[in-house]
């Protein structure tokens, strides 16, 4: 498969120009219709910050291009056709039997099977690229952070740190992000637009996304996938923060009254959304396995928090 | 077409039906195949319960397999008694098939409660859910087949082997083979690999 | 006795739900207070209710989808003024109401109006067009109906007793097993599904057998309109991915009822398992609902450029493919599932290559109005229509195919406006165009055309004012199903999709103005000579209405467009020297009583009223045996009757009492629809 992908990879030279012909196809595109209405930063999924983010935003502008040598001739050919050969101008070139043409036949088949062609590589090359599962390719030692998903809150494990929190996640903008993600029940999405790619939570098992962080910046993350009453405010800041910034934080949450104990964690599997964000000053970096194992039986205890 | 006559009408309408029976087959195969799928994933999420190797007992399955084909044989006797449309004879093979065919359901419900009251029932986990239901949904179509049997028979006993009662009892010898190809399935699936292991 | 049924069951948490419920109730009221008003109970079951004829079944699926539309419409207009008031907590609906309506309003569009919508369609049109007098299982058809019928009678229920889902149309666990969705919206959501998914399956049997068995002679398969190609390819399709659904809802209500692990969260449930089951219809089934509708277009096209259809094998071929490919593709539903590249790459590709066949059927219309004389009727209006927005939606849906995009776009609003992007130009454009185009086959007059160009323009601009906001709030990271919001910058563009929804209101107010207009205008809109549109297919031969048998005499086919071939040479009317008698399926009650049996049997067991559902379950599996056991009544036509028929011709509401009776100058239906009109 590796060498497959290098082939494709070595014959397409797109990979070269790409984010610089989409970011030029973006603000094309984006000029017209955003201009003077809010700030960039109101469109992520456009104006991203994170590598990720970037490159899949310029991948979809790419394929747009594209895809407008199929859809354009469209537009043209449905305006333009039923007005020239509309049945009040009786044009002399009616020709009721011609259904037939070999010529045509053949460029309505090759033309877009050329252009499936020319995406699907960019699918190949980008879906590998862009894995979620990819073992880091940059420098540094990767910041692990666990994600548990739980009715309708993020709880962020930092094993390295020994230390959690609720609803807020930092990062340090030098080092790549090796995250790991499960639910206490309900399948959800984690998501932060702008930055890099999502990827379901799901009990009982423990999926990963891996990045970079990319340069300083502010996000809003959240659960796309609806889970119920409270999915609306399932969302948290994430702060990308430079290496020193990153270190004060850490040592601000060790300072943290609260720690995460088995009764702790307990309370925190009711249901229930939560406006502020938590720090604990300490955590069970084996926590996330056993919650991955269904050790703590989160399902029973939404059962007797959500009859109420 | 415009000289249609009564008969061909008639056997236009049986042809039609045999059809859209084998149709109709072809999207149950497809529920069957979709519950195999859904065993092979479960195979292992026996969440710390019974698994294959603990609920599988050889001699049962083998027995049930025996009598489910054994019903299948003589319903092919059934078939060759009318083709010489000797009505006593259809109603006797018949009767064995139905007799067999309850046999092995007889056998299944017997294996399931004892399952259960071993404590591995279908809420113990994904596996054992699985399990009873791909094995069950089996038994609930050998139910249906009985049922028809039963109804065939009754057919039989009022009109006698006509054209009508020819193409029914075509339609149920497909059905009731077909449960023999979901059985050699379940019985290759399930039993033998539960039994090996 | 009751079950778990109690005073609480009504819907005293919501105003709005309770005046919802309320309306539904006075609806059904003020329909039977009418047909009692005329006297016509009896009329209404003769010659409907127990009919097996697939015309009068399909008039009847097209009725049952447009109330659903109703529905389905009222759905979707309050959630977008949900979302348009919603900011920081100011919306008029409460969590559980609007999840509610989420997912009602996707349940109710895929599988209780489009499906029927198309189905009728098929049903009235596919017979007449491969020439034969019936389906190949007439009383089968009935209980198709009325199993979809009792589907749909479970979903409007749900809003008078107890509630509906919360957990979307797809009713994704584990959010939709017991622990997170306790109470009856998710029974009455597995019972819908599954009671009107037995329906759709034996609908595809019909089908498949129909027009494999009974296309009239000299009708090779390439010689079968497009129209009939759509819908036999459909109907391969609802065989094949039927089963998905079923059991995925199956094992769904045995974790739920019977405390079984498929797909909970503990006990080695597995909740990625029920998404592919699901997904093995849910994909197939886009093609089900969009395909009809391409072989609509294909009809319009070149009916309506007087021109013979271009690219004919082109496009079976490209339906063919459509349909083979539509099994493999259902993946790009969940690529932020964490497969492997290779397996998102793989399925990426292949959702990709379905959009070949699907551009190639765009230009062969596109080459059909080429060197045409193109009529720019409301049909030709939907069919542009069509063209023009399908491109966009087939350009997002490939990009949400490329799974590096999808990541970013997956679960927001973009991908909202995608699906509805596909599914309102092209399965609804379609089916809108195709009901006006074969109304006057079903009733003998035509309907107002200004109504419905008006109509066109209303659904045509409300559909970009509603949704192309939504592909920009999808670029803005907003998640779909937000009951509320914080994010201030969502909201002018949701304000901006709430006006398309009033825009596409209008639409459909127009619908039903044009209907009752095309009523009262009948005898000026007539269709005297059974093809009004100068069509080039079987159909169009017989009387609008057409008789009974549709066929007097079954015609020799010699071309794809037969009728078109027939009046180049002035064949086209020949009247038979003599005529021999027609057999026909007597009408039974079983189909009806079936559907009945199958609503009680759903409906007590979501209420648990267990005596009632073995009886209800009895009384099915009694009727089927009884039915099954005796042959099938039929009946006569003799030479004169037909004679009497034949010479009856085409006109508004021709044997609308009863085709024989009518001949005996009892003209009571006209009077019921002159006291409306009028």
Known sequence: ?308 | MHTETAHSHEAMLFEEREFGFWIYLMSDAIIFSLLFATYAVMRHATAGGPGAADIMELPTAAIETALLLLASVTFGMAAVALEDKRRNAILVWLGISFLLGAGFLGMEIHEFIGLIAEGASPQRSGYLSSFFVLVGTHGAHVTAGLVWIATAVAQLMRTGPTEAFAARFKRLGLFWHFLDIVWIGIFSIVYLPGVLQ | ?678
């Open chain 1, 1 to 308: 498969m590796r060498s497959l992908y290098r082939v494709v990879k070595n014959l397409l030279p797109l990979n070269i120009n790409l984010s610089r012909a989409g970011a030029l196809t973006a603000f094309m595109a984006m000029a017209l219709p955003l201009a003077g209405c809010t700030g960039s930063s109101d469109y992520p999924v456009i104006f991203p910050h994170g590598p990720d983010a970037i490159t899949e935003r310029d991948l979809l502008f790419i394929a747009v291009a594209i895809m407008l040598i199929v859809v354009i001739p469209v537009f043209v050919l449905a305006v333009w056709l039923p007005l020239r050969y509309r049945a009040s101008r009786e044009a002399p070139d009616y020709d009721p039997n011609w259904d037939h043409s070999h010529r045509a036949e053949v460029v309505i088949w090759l033309v877009p099977a050329l252009i499936v062609c020319a995406i699907g590589s960019l699918v190949w090359i980008y879906t590998h690229r862009l894995d979620p599962y990819r073992s880091q390719m940059a420098e540094g030692k990767p910041v692990v952070v666990q994600a548990v998903s739980i009715d309708w809150k993020w709880l962020f494990i930092y094993p390295q740190q020994h230390l959690a929190t609720v609803n807020e996640l930092v990062l340090p903008t030098d080092r790549p992000v090796s995250l790991r993600l499960t639910s206490t029940d309900v399948m959800t999405s984690f998501f932060v637009p702008g930055l890099t790619s999502q990827i379901y939570a799901m009990a009982g098992m423990g999926t990963r996304l891996n990045f970079q962080p990319g340069p300083v910046e502010t996000y809003t993350g959240r659960n796309s996938l609806f889970d119920g009453k409270g999915f609306p405010d399932q969302k948290f800041p994430v702060r990308i923060v430079t290496a020193e910034n990153f270190k004060n934080w850490i040592d601000t949450v060790r300072k943290a009254p609260l720690q995460l104990t088995p009764h702790k964690y307990q309370m925190l599997s009711k249901s229930g959304a939560m406006p502020h964000p938590l720090h604990f000053s300490s955590a069970d970096p084996e926590l996330f396995a056993r919650i991955v194992k269904g050790e703590h039986s989160a399902a029973s205890m939404i059962v007797s928090s959500r009859s109420k």
């Open chain 3, 1 to 678: 006795m009751l079950g778990k049924l109690t005073l609480h069951v009504l819907p005293l948490y919501s105003p709005i739900a309770m005046s919802g419920a309320a309306m539904e109730l006075l609806g059904v009221l003020f329909i039977a207070a009418l047909i009692t008003w005329f006297g016509k109970w009896r009329y209404i079951w003769n010659e409907w209710l127990t009919t097996v004829d697939h015309k009068r079944i399909g008039i009847m699926y097209v009725v049952l989808a447009f109330v659903m539309l109703f529905r389905g419409f009222s759905d979707a207009f309050m959630m977008r003024m949900q979302q348009a008031t919603a900011l920081n907590g100011h919306g008029y609906l409460p969590p559980e109401h609007f999840n509610q309506v989420f997912s009602a309003h996707g349940t109710i569009m895929i599988i209780f109006m489009a499906m029927p919508f198309l189905t009728g369609i098929i049903n009235f049109v596919v017979p007449q067009q491969i020439g034969a007098r019936d389906v190949s299982f007439p009383f089968l058809n009935s209980v198709s109906f009325w199993l979809t019928a009792a589907g749909a009678a479970l979903v409007l229920t749900s809003l008078v007793i107890g509630r509906f889902t919360t957990a979307g149309w797809t009713a994704y666990p584990p959010f939709s097993e017991l622990p997170t969705s306790p109470g009856s919206g998710t029974d009455y959501w597995i019972w819908a599904v599954l009671v009107s998914g037995v329906g759709s399956t034996l609908t595809g049997v019909n089908f498949v057998v129909t027009i494999i068995k009974r296309r009239a002679p000299g009708m090779s398969l390439m010689q079968m309109p497009l129209f009939t190609w759509a819908a036999f390819i459909t109907a391969i399709l609802m065989v094949f991915a039927f089963p998905g659904v079923t059991v995925a809802a199956a094992l769904l209500g045995f974790d739920r009822f019977l405390g079984m692990h498929f797909f909970t969260a503990d006990a080695g449930g597995n909740a990625m398992n029920y998404i592919n089951l699901f997904w093995l219809w849910g994909h197939p089934e886009v093609y089900i609902v969009i395909l009809p509708s391409f072989g609509i277009f294909s009809e319009l096209v070149a009916t309506f450029s007087s021109k013979r259809l271009f690219g004919y094998v082109s496009l079976v071929y490209a339906t063919m493919v459509i349909g083979i490919l539509s099994f493999t593709v259902w993946l790009h539903h969940f690529f932020t599932m964490g497969s492997s590249a290779d397996v998102n790459s793989f399925f990426g590709i292949a959702t990709m290559v379905i959009a070949v066949p699907t551009g190639v059927k765009i230009y062969d219309w596109l080459l059909t109005m080429y060197r045409g004389r193109i009529r720019l009727t409301s049909h030709m209006h939907w069919t542009l229509g069509f063209m023009v927005a399908f491109v966009i939606g087939g350009m997002t849906g490939v990009l949400l195919a490329i799974p590096p995009v999808d990541y970013v776009m997956h679960n927001t609003l973009f991908l909202v406006a995608h699906f509805h992007n596909m599914l309102i130009p092209g399965s609804l454009f379609g089916l809108l165009a195709g009901y006006q185009y074969w109304f006057p086959k079903a009733f003998g007059f035509r309907l107002d055309e200004w109504w419905g160009k008006t109509s066109f323009w209303f659904w045509f601009v409300g559909f970009y004012v509603a949704f192309m906001p939504l592909y920009v709030l999808g670029f803005m990271g907003m998640p779909r199903r937000m009951d509320y919001y914080q994010n201030p910058a969502w909201q002018p563009w949701l304000i901006v999709a709430a006006i398309g929804a009033v825009l596409i209101a209008i639409g459909i107010l127009c619908l039903a103005i044009q209907l009752v207009v095309s009523i009262r205008r009948r005898e000026e809109l007539a269709d005297l000579t059974g093809d009004p549109w100068d069509a080039r297919t079987l159909e169009w031969m017989n009387a609008s209405p057409a008789p009974l048998y549709n066929f007097a005499v079954v015609p020799e086919i010699h071309d794809r467009e037969e009728l078109a071939w027939r009046k180049e040479r002035g064949i086209s009317h020949d009247a038979p020297a003599h005529y021999t008698p027609i057999e026909m399926p007597c009408n039974t009650s079983t189909g009806v009583l079936i559907g009945g049996a199958a609503f009680v049997l759903g409906f007590a067991v979501i209420w648990n009223i267990w005596w009632l559902a073995i009886l209800a379950f009895a009384g099915v599996i009694a009727a089927t045996i009884v039915k099954g056991s005796v042959p099938e009544e039929e009946y006569t036509i003799t030479p004169d009757q037909i004679a009497a028929l034949e010479s009856r011709g085409s006109g508004p509401l021709l044997g609308f009492l009863s085709p024989l009776e009518d001949e005996r100058g009892d003209h009571s239906t006209h009077g019921l629809l002159n006291s409306i009109g009028d």
